[in-house]
């Protein structure tokens, strides 16, 4: 049961704290979120300097990058995902443990930016596994990262401990494994994940035509 | 200063009958190119290597080139048959027609050539060397120049990659950049993507028009 804000003040003011188990909870997971120690194109420049001395992600409690999936809670995707690497990377999320995020960083990580029309750039990160928090740029500077990744405690913060909207790691129905795409003879097997990209796409109205 | 010109006249007089042409460059920078016959390759780049002294090789890249077709008009004089005041003869008559001729695409491996040894005051001028498939479809091979530049290997694999050029004396002839189950050669001319236009937010020229086909034909699919 939360409790109301401005009681919380008062009895505050009177030196007495007063918390629930699901803010404290919550405020333990979002302080201390490990991201992997992965990069895969230019936008891993600017996580690196993310995280040194001038921008110091470690004030958030996230400068623990960890060389391996089994420990880490973050997957950055920082560049473009090509299409032979995306099966790596759904792999390495499947190796992560709960609960995990991912933040898809850039242009090319989001929708596969300049490389789009490309043969050999996924269209995309969220085709094959949930994404969290989307940043566009290209390279998004290492303040919107930052931005990104307040987003994102804000996001953990905000999560009840029942009910549906509950994290993954405390419902056991949730689906943890995610399938690895396999390489295709033209294109990825299958070249998207409909659960986690559903149809029907997203519509976008028709632009207008001129004179119309 | 040797330019390519000067270049085959020294190669043609030490390899006589060597099949070498010079592929002229029409624009101000006029850096013509060798284009040289599959099975003279090989000891072309020996003789370029060791004698001319371009030691390294900075890129290698390919070029698809599709079928070409010309249209001219000919003319032609040929002997008929004619009724001239009401008696048969034979008469010159001449008649335009529209030739037209098809010249065969094919697939080119281009090699660009410099030398280190000279050292800044080079002599050599960069050397672009280019060797031509028979057809861009069953016969694309062309003998690997990696055994003459090392630095070539992994360009060829690329181009192998990319292409489709078989080059024969390649020690490690494997796909560079895509994955091993792919069989398209995605920088064809004639490689079709995949369809996967079921989402874009903002789509312009080509993309447009793929997007408007992916729908068209997802409305077709749902209509039946």
Known sequence: MAVESNLKIELGKQGVFVTTLNELYNWGRRNSVWPMQFGLACCAIEMIATTMARYDLARFGAEVFRPSPRQADLMIISGTVTKKMAPQVVRLYNQMAEPRYVIAMGACAISGGPFKQGYNVLKGIDRYIPVDVHIPGCPPRPEALIHAFMTLQKK?????????????????????????????????????????????????AAPAKEGA | MKSAAELLDELQGAMPGVKLALATNPSPSAQHSLVVAAEDALRVAVYLRDVAGYDYCSNATGVDWLDKETTEKVKTTRRVKKEVDGVEQEVDET???????????????????????????????????????????????????????????????EIFDLYGIVFKGHRDLRRLLMWDEFEDHPMRRDYVDPDDFEYEPTPHDEVLKRAEEHRAKLAAEGAR
């Open chain 2, 95 to 157: 008649v335009e027609e529209t030739v037209k001729r098809v010249e065969p695409g094919c697939l080119e491996a281009v090699y660009h050539l410099y030398s280190m040894r000279q050292g800044p005051h080079d002599p050599h001028p960069p050397l672009v060397l280019r060797m031509r498939t028979a057809n861009r479809t069953d016969r694309v091979e062309l003998p690997s120049l990696s055994p003459v530049w090392r630095a070539a290997e992994f360009q060829e694999r």
């Open chain 1, 156 to 204: 953990i913060a905000a999560q009840p401990l029942t009910g549906e909207e509950r994290p993954r790691h405390l419902d056991a129905s949730a689906q943890g494994e995610f399938p690895v795409p396999e390489p295709g003879a033209h294109d990825l097997e299958p070249p998207v994940n409909r659960l986690v990209w559903p149809l029907p796409a997203p519509t976008v």
